[in-house]
């Protein structure tokens, strides 16, 4: 990773929020509440680390501007780099929501005195997902939090939290970087050619912290695979993946640590897989007229691939499962499984909805040649000839009602409709609309 300080000299493209924190820290006049207003993945977490690294350190430094910035150095500030302060905690989702218990034990300590910090500072990640109750819990904490007490609350859609939350809170917002601005940093920051800094950037998503984590050991491979191939490799790169999460989980040996190593599972990568499934949807969209049996086969293929991998997952918890039955009340366990299981499931039906969204963004790029916009706006700009033929051959409407069409599949699949039947139907229209 690019990131081993906390310091704000070394934050990307985000340099209003944080001038807006500084001068805060440097007139004094900071704020209890603040809210970070941003899309996932532009440097929220970077800026709330920096900031927090700003208020706990012991002897911050000036920077060449003049501006205080932390140390890097005292005990503080290392123990930040390494998430391991005491007085600097993330509450992040338990399951699917941040529930209200997690709330509770949040105003516990907060009233508490730092124990080696200024501050007792809690980061809450993403604040969207507190629920009716946890979110009346925390305004009930923020209205009666001691002096020492800082909160910082990361949201990307400030319509999803409570008012009262919101009009307590300073909001500060920070800037979605152009698809140019991030292939430029990766370029001068990690010395990348264009074509591997646009082909690092597309193989991300758009996605810019997953970027940065790319750049440092990405190696470029512009070989063009046939569809099959690309169909196999991606099929390859799933049970690969499976099976390095499998290697990640032997080391969890609490129930408390097996749960949150499941719902973590949907923040990990891979570059190989992902660079398998650019491929994979690159074939797919330029190939038109497949076989009339190719979209079934090929749609049941993945989906047991995806199945087999999430039961493999599971399946590596289960020795710590087996353990944990001897101490624990088998209705605790029983609980735990149900977790693990939705969270593997999660991760396997997240693998479809990141191909429908590769996808999506392909054609995306080709609506947008199509409109005769700028290259640079393109997100696979490593992949501009393809995109621009698919422009040419397609057209604005097709390509528009391809883009409605996958938007909607989406949507059916987080509702958990039969996953087989919505990817078979998306490889159809996309792939063999003319027989
Ligand atoms: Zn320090």
Redesign the pocket.
């Given at each position: 990773m690019l990131r081993k300080t906390n310091n704000f000299s070394d934050i990307l493209l985000q340099e209003n929020p944080s001038d807006v924190l500084r001068r805060s820290f440097e007139g004094g006049r900071i704020a209890q509440t603040y809210l970070f207003a941003g899309k996932a993945s532009v440097g929220r977490m970077a800026v709330a680390k920096a900031f927090s690294?700003l208020l706990?350190?012991?002897?911050?430094?000036k920077d060449e501007n003049g501006r205080l910035d932390?140390?890097?150095?005292?005990?503080?500030?290392?123990r930040i780099i390494s998430n391991s302060h005491p007085d600097v905690k993330l509450i992040t989702p338990n399951g699917n929501e941040i529930k209200i218990e997690q709330i509770r034990e949040l105003q516990d300590i907060a009233i508490l005195k730092p124990t080696l910090g200024n501050w007792q500072i809690f980061i809450i990640d993403p604040a969207e997902k507190l629920n009716q109750s946890s979110s009346n819990a925390l305004l009930k904490t923020l209205e009666e939090a001691p002096a020492h007490s800082l909160f910082i609350l990361l949201a990307s859609d400030t319509g999803a939290v409570l008012p009262t939350v919101l009009s307590r809170s300073e909001i500060v917002r920070f800037n979605s970087p152009s698809h140019q601005q991030v292939r430029d940093i990766l370029q001068n920051k990690f010395n990348m050619e264009p074509e591997a800094a646009a082909a690092c950037y597309a193989l991300s998503e758009g996605n810019f912290g997953q970027a940065l984590a790319m750049a440092e050991d990405y190696e470029y491979d512009p070989e063009v695979f046939t569809i099959k191939r690309a169909h196999t490799n991606y099929l390859l790169q799933l049970q690969m993946f499976a099976q390095l999460i499998e290697n990640d989980f032997s080391s969890v040996n609490t129930l408390e640590q097996a749960v949150n190593k499941a719902w973590q599972l949907q923040t990990m990568t891979y570059q190989p897989l992902l660079e398998a499934r650019k491929q994979l949807c690159r074939s797919l969209v330029m190939n038109t007229g497949l076989p009339k049996a190719f979209p079934l086969m090929f749609s049941q293929e993945i989906i047991n691939t995806i199945d087999s991998a999430s039961a493999f997952i599971r399946k590596s918890l289960d020795p710590m499962l087996a353990e944990s039955k001897k101490s624990y009340p088998s209705a605790v366990i029983k609980d735990i499984e149900t977790q693990i299981s939705s969270a593997t499931d999660k991760w396997g039906s997240d693998q479809i909805e990141k191909l429908f969204v590769c996808l999506m963004n392909l054609y995306t790029d080709a609506m947008l040649m199509a409109a005769n916009a700028e290259e640079t706006l393109l997100l696979n700009l490593d992949r501009k000839e393809d995109i621009i033929t698919l422009a040419r051959v397609e057209g604005f409407a097709l390509l528009r009602s391809r883009i409605e069409m996958l938007e909607k599949s989406i949507n059916l699949l987080r509702r958990y409709i039969q996953p087989l039947l919505i990817l078979e139907n998306v490889i159809t229209q996309i792939g063999g609309a003319e027989a």
């Open positions: 690294a706990q350190c012991k002897s911050p430094i932390s140390c890097g150095k005292c005990e503080d500030c290392k």
